[in-house]
């Protein structure tokens, strides 16, 4: 990735620091495919007794989660603190009823890339929407891997490289800076999963529109959940008039229907921490490989 197209860490933590009190009102999709991952839960059998919301925003997964594995435990981890303190207030709703043996929904404030957790402590990660944020999405999946138990599962979604595409070709001839975040394709995601040490992942896309009436619209919703530009070769000024004139009139010939389209590529994932190998005495099975 060329350093223009890299986050900067330091802006996405202020601008979803932000968004907080805004999010769950415009996250209309975020919470669609929060709901669609919970669904494919049902295909899975697993008991985890903890679980990592890995990117948790205003905790949008914590009552499924909790909902659908009764004995476990979430652990809520944002970058911003703002979105972790929203995903905390979410336990008043069921305290005391089913706290008796102690706290189900911890928050924490922290970096996917570099999990502040113990190795092994959970027996499922989950990540809704959230790994596109990372520089270097390769180590977010390590950091995953490094905090799953064996046998524990990783289930994530994440966008695809056709997300917001009529966005990026209206700005691309407006001038030399980046505008668009760029996204990793399902095939590079599966690949990292394998070199992270995962076994049987299995990868999968759908295209979701949403449409608006104009492009002031679009860059409001996207503001509004914290997602506007943060690459390091965004423009050092907020965007003149006659600009954003230029790309509204670029963005005009994809209108279909009196509507605007804006294209997400939703990647979504899973993969299992597959346990240590073993041998007839039950020693660990050590490969050896030449160099």
Same mark, same amino acid.
């Given at each position: 990735?060329?350093?223009?197209?890299?986050?900067?860490?330091?802006?996405?933590?202020?601008?979803?620091?932000?968004?907080?009190?805004?999010?769950?009102?415009?996250?209309?999709?975020?919470?669609?495919?929060?709901?669609?991952?919970?669904?494919?839960?049902?295909?899975?059998?697993?008991?985890?007794?903890?679980?990592?919301?890995?990117?948790?925003?205003?905790?949008?997964?914590?009552?499924?989660?909790?909902?659908? *594995?009764?004995?476990? %435990?979430?652990?809520?981890? !944002? $970058?911003?603190?703002?979105? &972790?303190?929203?995903?905390?207030?979410? @336990?008043?709703?069921?305290?005391?009823?089913?706290?008796?043996?102690?706290?189900?929904?911890?928050?924490?404030?922290?970096?996917?890339?570099?999990?502040?957790?113990?190795?092994?402590?959970?027996?499922?990660?989950?990540?809704?929407?959230?790994?596109?944020?990372?520089?270097?999405?390769?180590?977010?999946?390590?950091?995953?891997?490094?905090?799953?138990?064996?046998?524990?599962?990783?289930?994530?979604?994440?966008?695809?490289?056709?997300?917001?595409?009529?966005?990026?070709?209206?700005?691309?001839?407006?001038?030399?800076?980046?505008?668009?975040?760029?996204?990793?394709?399902?095939?590079?995601?599966?690949?990292?999963?394998?070199?992270?040490?995962?076994?049987?992942?299995?990868?999968?896309?759908?295209?979701?529109?949403?449409? *608006?009436?104009?492009? %002031?619209?679009?860059?409001? !919703? $996207?503001?509004?959940?914290? &997602?506007?530009?943060?690459?390091?070769? @965004?423009?050092?000024?907020?965007?003149?008039?006659?600009?954003?004139?230029?790309?509204?009139?670029?963005?005009?010939?994809?209108?279909?229907?009196?509507?605007?389209?804006?294209?997400?590529?939703?990647?979504?994932?899973?993969?299992?921490?597959?346990?240590?190998?073993?041998?007839?005495?039950?020693?660990?099975?050590?490969?050896?490989?030449?160099?």
């Amino acid at each position: 990735m060329s350093d223009a197209l890299a986050v900067d860490k330091r802006m996405v933590r202020r601008s979803f620091e932000q968004a907080a009190a805004t999010y769950d009102a415009a996250a209309v999709l975020q919470n669609e495919v929060c709901r669609r991952m919970l669904a494919r839960l049902d295909y899975i059998k697993l008991e985890p007794a903890t679980i990592l919301d890995a990117g948790s925003g205003t905790g949008n997964a914590v009552a499924g989660l909790l909902a659908r *594995y009764p004995r476990a %435990r979430v652990i809520a981890l !944002d $970058l911003a603190l703002a979105m &972790a303190r929203r995903a905390r207030a979410r @336990r008043a709703w069921w305290r005391g009823v089913f706290e008796r043996s102690g706290p189900r929904l911890a928050a924490v404030c922290g970096d996917i890339e570099q999990l502040p957790l113990a190795p092994a402590c959970a027996g499922m990660v989950w990540s809704n929407l959230a790994i596109q944020w990372s520089n270097e999405p390769q180590r977010t999946f390590a950091e995953m891997n490094r905090v799953l138990m064996p046998g524990g599962l990783l289930l994530f979604s994440t966008f695809g490289p056709d997300t917001l595409k009529e966005l990026r070709a209206a700005f691309e001839s407006v001038d030399r800076h980046t505008h668009v975040h760029r996204f990793t394709d399902m095939h590079d995601v599966g690949d990292m999963l394998v070199a992270c040490g995962f076994a049987d992942p299995v990868m999968d896309m759908e295209v979701v529109t949403l449409t *608006y009436a104009d492009v %002031r619209e679009l860059m409001r !919703d $996207l503001k509004a959940i914290g &997602a506007h530009n943060m690459t390091r070769g @965004r423009p050092s000024a907020l965007a003149g008039k006659s600009l954003f004139a230029q790309v509204a009139r670029n963005y005009e010939p994809a209108r279909r229907e009196g509507r605007l389209p804006a294209t997400f590529e939703v990647i979504y994932g899973h993969a299992w921490k597959p346990a240590p190998r073993v041998g007839p005495t039950g020693r660990p099975v050590i490969d050896i490989k030449p160099r």
